[in-house]
């Protein structure tokens, strides 16, 4: 069974451009969330899609963004990139919210 | 929203000795806490996690205990390995709400 898989795993942009990130979840999963993970603010939580609807949304601004798509695959979107937005972006997938997600490998993302 | 409190940061320990993480969390209605491990470089796992209607789960030399009213859940490592080496996330998650993450203990196992 595929675990959950993120593609690009590494990305380099620079400031003020755009950036998309793709998470495929295990297969039969239709929960994904996303989090944004710095050594300084350790695990935050950005959004969490179900069955293509965006269930929850953490603190971040608005230039972060996603989506999910009728497979439950989801993507996941910042605009404007800052300096502070350079970090490791994993993505989690459940089968049902109720527990049991499983972390994907990450994009680490930096922002130059 | 629910607050996380995880300790210690770091923590070392000798080989064969026991290592005890402890989290706190804030909102009541949270029922779901799992721990994942997190090696350098890697992804974080989960090894372990209990529902808010049960106060201990054990899984071979892994233990999660649970107390609710406190609203505290910690996680022990028996016999301690130096591929038990890691990073240690607690969570806390409320049904139809958002996992919160403790802020991680860095676990160090000396041989």
């Known amino acids: 069974k595929a675990g959950v898989t993120q593609t690009p795993r590494y990305l380099i942009k620079t400031r003020g451009q755009q950036v998309t990130l793709s998470c495929s979840p295990i297969s039969g999963h239709r929960s994904v969330s996303w989090y944004q993970q710095t050594p300084g603010q350790g695990l935050q939580f950005l959004f969490e899609?179900?069955?293509?609807?965006?269930?929850n949304k953490g603190n971040f601004p608005g230039r972060f963004s996603g989506r999910q798509f009728s497979n439950s695959r989801s993507e996941m979107n910042v605009s404007t990139l800052e300096l502070g937005d350079s970090a490791l972006y994993l993505c989690?997938?459940?089968?049902?919210?109720?527990?049991?997600?499983?972390f994907g490998s990450g994009t680490r993302l930096t922002v130059v | 929203g629910e607050n996380v409190e995880q300790h210690p940061s770091t923590l070392s320990v000798q080989e064969g000795d026991s290592a005890v993480i402890k989290c706190t969390y804030s909102d009541s209605a949270s029922n779901y806490f799992p721990w994942y491990k997190q090696e350098l470089g890697k992804r974080p796992q989960l090894i372990i996690d209990i529902r808010s209607n049960v106060g201990e789960k054990k899984d071979q030399r892994i233990a999660v205990t649970l107390n609710k009213t406190a609203k505290h859940f910690s996680l022990h490592i028996t016999e301690t390995q130096p591929e038990d080496s890691a990073v240690y996330f607690c969570?806390?998650?409320?049904?139809?709400?958002?996992?919160?993450f403790g802020t991680g203990t860095s676990l160090t196992v000396i041989p």
């Open positions: 899609y179900f069955s293509e609807t965006q269930r």
């Open positions: 969570a806390a998650w409320n049904t139809g709400n958002q996992f919160y």
């Open positions: 989690a997938s459940s089968a049902d919210r109720v527990g049991g997600y499983t």
